[in-house]
């Protein structure tokens, strides 16, 4: 179980039936915060030829059949709302976790976006991907990628 200050918390993975990825949880089990939780799926490289070329937009050299890794959501608190969990490393963890795990299953990239759900949220969690290594692509606002 990581430990965060006085924060315990546990990250468990469990696979999505019938499709290639994992459903993740954070569980907080000293209190009684929302649980975080986060979506991660494997894509082929192939799949976003149609919305753009992305060895143009990643600026690498992808091949047939290279893995994506899509980070579809990412709440580390459970809520994109304000948490005593957060600002705390819990979702730098949790992230890195996950980009662990993408490895492990031969993804070249990661790929994720950032929603408008509330423009501060939503800052705030640009800040966070770019702190950890994630770059904007340029023709695609609040869209981000890392390579692995």
Known sequence: MPTISTLNFDIVREDIPF?????????????????GYATLYFNPVEIYQGVYNPNYAYGVRLEAGDL????????????????EAMRQGVGTLFLNQII???VSKGARIMYTY???????????????LRKNGFEELTNFKRHYFRLL
């Open 19 to 35: 499709e290639q990825g994992y459903f993740y949880r954070v569980i907080f089990p000293d209190n009684n915060a929302d649980k």
């Open 68 to 83: 994506v890794a899509h980070l579809q959501t990412f709440y580390p608190h459970g809520s994109p709302r304000k948490s």
């Open 100 to 102: 662990e795990d993408s």
């Open 114 to 128: 950032a929603t408008l759900y509330d423009a501060l949220v939503t800052s705030a969690f640009e800040s966070f």
